[in-house]
């Protein structure tokens, strides 16, 4: 963060910051996983920071759109040297994942880089996809960026369903090349970033044919544009997809294949392999691991869900501590925002659900790299669970971030609304989330298939995976006794998620009984499947946050102790009023029980109330990251707000060129 001297912070966060009671920088070393993380992450952050280049002389939304990813490809080219040059050296291949490398990135770029698929997916495709002989090919050349890939997968005509894309990759055994081509417009490769103008090489996932038979979709290297002219080449049509919500930086483009040629070689055999002479052989164990990208990102969506809203989170409660509004008491001065209850009830639960989905995302990151370990011994037996886990956690992570920022600018009033404050940008980022990289429905129904079969397996007494285990007791179905314990609650949000996915599965058996096929007595289910799925998710996360502040505070200091636990059963009270129709039905939890909790949330609101501006200063953000007039570390809110206001284009001139050419004319009645 940049502190500055004390001089210069707004009085008001003065006084909230020596109100504080806990150790911040305990704090921030869970939030990162460890002190040493957190060590690597300023080091980091040392590094890029300190380069001018990432600082922009005229705000990027004041350029044109051309202009705008221009500048883009400038800072990324810089940040990529960065990278290569000086990062990769402190942390190797693993910093690819780290925080600190995600973080510096947003100093450079307050929309997206067009590089940002190139790390975020082609190389973790070229990982994940690639025999050891084809890695050792394309991944320096890759880390080197001498070669800028994208990942097309979805097309004009389908994102969800990826068994129906249409471009298709024909072998020709004469040659040894696959063939590509886009047969219909529909089979348009869409959406893919970075792709529009700035790669020169895609993944592409195609439809395999050889031998005359298709083997389903598998993913390919397909270069595209010539390395020194960066002209698209004969057979290839690529293009930006136009102007999007957010993004538009990010270079999101189309592809088009007329018979286009690429050497056998560049197929990903690492699953799959195409023999010279055309023979189809199969590598992998299980059927979807040609998915493993999209898992892989799914699983680090969850952690880039919690930094989205830690840093709205921490712009919202700065901001409120520094603003004063109306006049509750007469003849008292106005208060802080941030003391009204309802602005509380707004902003705690945002920093709560900021640290609830940045512990369950450790979590989930840790038991994603023992499920690739066990693979890599030849043992997919936990990929379904992965997978479950994954897409659930996805979906209810990125839709409550993108949920709880805009909560954040609402919270924040007019000033919320300036691009200045850097909210809006943050909430057309992060609301992508919700549908890129497999869409929140299509996630939950996805992971609904995993919790009916499980629970088919709890009624006939077979052994249950770990993140499903709370259904062998809920087998009983019998209401659960509530209790405002942690314990409780958490056993009470288990037993909604069981009723719940037990109600879908007699649903089903009851239309499947009277005639109707599965697939529609599926189809007929899937409102309620898709709640089922969402209160086990929640469930889950509940369980795994307060798992891992149990764990990672028993060596804390008793003060950090205290504030982690009063976060984390904030989370849990605010979702059982949250759901209480839910426990009504499936607790035997009544009316003066649901009084009590709605106290205890209160309570819990006034003794977060002192730490609020401690809780959000532990998140770290230093201002470059945050580009904030209403967020930064000193608070001057309005003297950022003025100083921003004038760097726009429109006040170079006291009067504008229009108001000659139109309004004078006008009013002269002469136009
Ligand atoms: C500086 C560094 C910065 C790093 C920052 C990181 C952030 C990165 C940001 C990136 C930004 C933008 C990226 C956007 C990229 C994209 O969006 S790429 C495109 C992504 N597309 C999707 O996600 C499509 C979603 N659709 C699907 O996943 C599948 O089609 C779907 C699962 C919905 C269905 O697939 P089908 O093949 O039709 O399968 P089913 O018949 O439904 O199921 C069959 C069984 O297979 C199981 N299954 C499905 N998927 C997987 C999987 N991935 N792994 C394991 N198993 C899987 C499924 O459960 C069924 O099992 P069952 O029969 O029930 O036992
Ligand atoms: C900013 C951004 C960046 C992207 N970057 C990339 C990229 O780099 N590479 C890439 O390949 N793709 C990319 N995508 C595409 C993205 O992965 C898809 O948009 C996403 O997977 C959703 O697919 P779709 O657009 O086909 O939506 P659809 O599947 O058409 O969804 C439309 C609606 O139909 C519903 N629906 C669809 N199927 C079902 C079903 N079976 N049951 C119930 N409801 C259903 C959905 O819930 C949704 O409400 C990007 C998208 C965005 C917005």
Same mark, same amino acid.
């Given at each position: ?62 350029? @044109?759109?051309?202009?705008? !990813?221009? @500048? ?10 960065? *990278? ?26 307050? %929309? ?12 973790p495709t070229i990982i994940g996809q690639c025999t050891p002989e084809q890695q050792a090919h394309w991944l320096p050349?890759a ?7 994208? !990942? ?44 529009? @103008? &700035?790669?020169?090489?895609?993944i592409?996932?195609?439809?395999? !044919? ?8 598998h993913p390919f290297i397909?270069?595209?544009? %010539?390395? %020194? ?34 050497p056998r070689e560049n197929m990903m055999m690492k699953n799959a392999k195409v023999m010279k002479?055309?023979?189809y052989v199969k590598v992998a164990r299980?059927?979807?691991l040609t998915?493993g990208t ?5 699983? &680090? ?31 008292? =001065?106005? =208060? ?39 693979m890599r011994?030849g ?8 997978? #479950? ?32 404050? @850097?909210? =809006? ?6 609301? #992508? ?115 891992? *502040? ?23 009270? !605010? ?30 609101? #006034? ?9 959000? %200063? ?54």
């Amino acid at each position: 963060m940049t502190k500055g001297t004390q001089a210069d912070v707004n009085p008001d966060l003065k006084k909230e910051r020596l109100k504080c009671n806990f150790n911040i920088q305990e704090v921030t070393f869970i939030i990162d996983g460890g002190k040493d993380k957190t060590l690597q992450r300023k080091k980091i952050e040392d590094v890029a920071l300190n380069i001018a280049a990432s600082i922009d002389e005229v705000p990027e939304e004041c350029l @044109n759109l051309k202009e705008r !990813y221009d @500048n883009a490809v400038r800072k990324s080219c810089v940040y990529s040297n960065i *990278v290569k040059n000086e990062l990769l050296e402190i942390t190797g291949l693993e910093a690819l994942g780290s925080p600190g490398l995600r973080r510096t990135a947003d100093a450079f770029f307050k %929309d997206v880089s067009p590089f940002m698929l190139h790390l975020g997916m082609f190389v973790p495709t070229i990982i994940g996809q690639c025999t050891p002989e084809q890695q050792a090919h394309w991944l320096p050349k890759a880390l080197e960026m001498q070669i800028i890939g994208a !990942y097309a997968q979805t097309e004009l005509g389908h994102g969800t369903f990826i068994r129906g894309l249409e471009t298709t990759a024909t072998y020709d055994p004469a040659t040894e090349e696959f063939v590509l081509h886009s047969p219909t417009l529909t089979s348009t490769k869409w959406w893919a970033g970075g792709l529009g @103008n &700035t790669a020169n090489h895609c993944i592409v996932v195609a439809q395999l !044919y050889t031998k005359g038979q298709c083997h389903g979709t598998h993913p390919f290297i397909v270069p595209i544009r %010539d390395l %020194d002219t960066h002209e698209p080449f004969p057979g290839v049509k690529v293009g930006d997809v136009g102007i999007r919500m957010g993004f538009n930086t990010a270079d999101n483009g189309f592809l088009r294949f007329n018979q286009y040629r690429i050497p056998r070689e560049n197929m990903m055999m690492k699953n799959a392999k195409v023999m010279k002479d055309g023979t189809y052989v199969k590598v992998a164990r299980h059927e979807k691991l040609t998915y493993g990208t999209m898992v892989f990102v799914r699983v &680090t969506l969850v952690m880039e869900a919690a930094f989205n809203l830690a840093k709205a989170a921490t712009i919202a409660v700065r901001y409120s501590a520094v603003r004063r509004q109306s006049q509750p008491k007469p003849g008292e =001065p106005e =208060p802080q925002i941030l003391d009204y209850p309802t602005q509380q009830h707004k902003l705690f639960i945002c920093i709560a659900t900021a640290h609830a989905l940045q512990l369950t995302g450790l979590w989930l990151w840790r038991t994603f790299e023992a499920v690739l370990a066990d693979m890599r011994k030849g043992d997919t037996d936990s990929l379904p669970e992965l997978h #479950a886990l994954s897409s659930c956690l996805k979906a209810v992570s990125t839709s409550d971030s993108a949920a709880l920022i805009e909560q954040c600018r609402f919270a924040c009033g007019g000033h919320g609304y300036m691009l200045s404050s @850097n909210l =809006p940008l943050l909430y057309s980022f992060v609301t #992508a989330t919700r549908t890129y990289e497999g869409d929140y429905t299509v996630l939950l129904l996805q992971t609904a298939r995993f919790l009916v079969k499980a629970w088919e397996q709890a009624e006939s007494g077979k052994v249950l995976t770990p993140t499903v285990a709370y259904l062998a007791c809920a087998a009983a179905k019998e209401k659960v006794v509530w209790s405002d314990s942690v314990d409780g609650m958490i056993r009470s949000f288990q037993a909604v998620a069981a009723g719940k996915i037990a109600a879908c599965a007699e649903n089903i058996k009851r239309l499947t009984k009277t005639g109707t096929s599965l697939e529609d007595a599926w189809q007929l289910s899937t409102v309620r499947l898709v709640a089922a799925s969402e209160a086990h998710c929640r469930a889950m996360i509940c369980q795994a946050y307060w798992h891992e *502040v149990t764990r990672l505070t028993a060596s804390c200091s008793a003060s950090v102790k205290i504030v982690m636990e009063q976060l984390a059963t904030l989370y849990l009270v !605010y979702w059982a009023l949250e759901t209480t129709g839910d426990l009504l039905r499936y607790s035997t939890i009544c009316e003066s029980e649901l009084n009590k909790l709605q106290l205890k949330y209160e309570e819990l609101l #006034a003794l977060i109330r002192p730490n609020a501006v401690g809780l959000v %200063d532990a998140f770290d953000f230093r201002d470059e990251i945050l580009h904030s007039t209403l967020g930064a570390y000193d608070g001057r809110v309005y003297e950022r707000l003025m100083e921003e206001a004038l760097k726009s284009p429109l006040n170079e001139t006291s009067v504008q060129s229009s108001f000659h050419k139109y309004i004078r004319p006008l009013a002269k009645g002469k136009l």
